[in-house]
C-alpha cells in the first residue's frame, strides 16, 4: 500500500486533472490524502465530486491557509501506508512516475527517492525560465 498526499491551495482549474492523473497509477488499495489549506474557491467541492466515486480519496480541509508544510504534516500524520509519495495540486504525474519512484524501495538503503519535474510551459516562455530555477 501507498499513500499520495496532494496540498493544495485554489487549484479548482487543474486539481481535477492532478488526482485523476495519481488515480490512474495506483492500485485499488493504496490511498489518496488531499490537503486543501484555505482553499476559497472551488477546488474543495470538486475534490468531494471526485471522491464520491473513488474511496480511495481523502480529503481533509485547512479554514485557514498554514501552508505547505502544514499540509505536509497533515498527509503524513493521517498516512496509513510507510511510503508516501508526494506531489501537488498543480502537477500531472507523467506515465508511470509512481512505479518508477517506487523500483527504488526495493533496496532497503533506500529511504527517500524524488522524481524529475517537467515544466509544460514552452520555453520561450518568460515563466519558462523561473519555473526551471525553482526546480
Known amino acids: 500500500m501507498i499513500t499520495v498526499g ?3 491551495y485554489n487549484e479548482e482549474k487543474v486539481i481535477s486533472k492532478a488526482i485523476h492523473s495519481t488515480l490512474s497509477q495506483i492500485s485499488k488499495k493504496d490511498e489518496v490524502i488531499v490537503v486543501a489549506s484555505g482553499c476559497t474557491d472551488k477546488t474543495v467541492p470538486i475534490v468531494k465530486e471526485i471522491a464520491k466515486g473513488d474511496k480511495r480519496i481523502k480529503l481533509i480541509i485547512e479554514k485557514e491557509r ?3 508544510a502544514s499540509a505536509i ?3 503524513i500524520k493521517n498516512a ?3 511510503i ?3 506531489t501537488d495540486g498543480d502537477v500531472t504525474l507523467g506515465y508511470n512516475s509512481i512505479k518508477r519512484l517506487l523500483k527504488h524501495f526495493k533496496n532497503k538503503k533506500v529511504g527517500a527517492v524524488t ?3 517537467c515544466p509544460l510551459i ?3 516562455n518568460l ?3 523561473w519555473t526551471i530555477m525553482s526546480y
Open 6 to 8: 496532494i496540498p493544495t
Open 66 to 68: 498554514k501552508g505547505k
Open 73 to 75: 504534516n497533515l498527509i
Open 80 to 82: 496509513k501506508s510507510d
Open 84 to 86: 508516501i509519495v508526494q
Open 115 to 117: 522524481g524529475n519535474p
Open 122 to 124: 514552452p520555453q520561450g
Open 127 to 129: 515563466f519558462y525560465d
